[in-house]
């Protein structure tokens, strides 16, 4: 049986044990065959390392980032870069990708919604040196409510609806049918 549960948080590439967490002090996992595969397997693919000292547990992260629970110990592994810096990498990494599509220099960011009256933007690219564009980072809402609605709908035209809303994410325009074309 899982007692309460400990949470503790680390940043990837980052250590923590009994002399910089109170919470890993005299703290032991289980030794159950379950628990050893689970540490062995975590630490042989280098998603995490976990160690029992006299004193008690050291965590080890490395690059990867999210959350498991092991018995009655949750750890989750946030990422190094955080907020705007973060922020500027992914737009930055958007904008590489979408000036290396030569036909059409454009990337889209797809995020969930709510919001009913959520609407796409767009962000150009322009050239450093002259200002003209050269390229665009779309950033796109995806409406939680209309795809439940999509996923439920069991009607002849469900599959065309579902595949026209996907279009609809990815090119920003409606799909045109065959016989508009």
Request: glycine fraction near 4%; charge should be neutral; hydrophobic fraction near 40%.
């Amino acid at each position: 049986m899982i007692g309460q549960v400990q949470e503790i948080t680390l940043q990837e590439w980052k250590t923590k044990d009994p002399s910089n967490c109170e919470e890993l002090r005299d703290r032991f996992l289980d030794r159950s065959v379950v628990t050893e595969s689970v540490l062995t397997t975590l630490s042989e693919s280098k998603l995490l390392e976990i160690v029992e000292l006299r004193t008690g547990l050291r965590i080890s992260a490395f690059s990867h980032v999210g959350r498991i629970q092991i018995g009655d110990l949750q750890i989750t592994i946030l990422p190094k870069i955080r907020g705007a810096s973060f922020l500027n990498l992914l737009r930055y990494q958007l904008v590489i990708y979408a000036l290396s599509q030569s036909a059409n220099p454009q990337s889209t960011i797809l995020y969930p919604t709510l919001t009913p009256n959520a609407r796409p933007a767009r962000v150009e690219v322009t050239d450093p040196i002259n200002a003209t564009p050269i390229g665009q980072v779309w950033i796109r809402p995806v409406q939680l409510d209309r795809i439940e609605t999509l996923i439920n709908d069991e009607s002849a035209t469900a599959h065309d609806k579902r595949k026209a809303f996907a279009h609809e994410l990815a090119f920003g325009l409606p799909q045109l049918s065959n016989r508009a074309k």
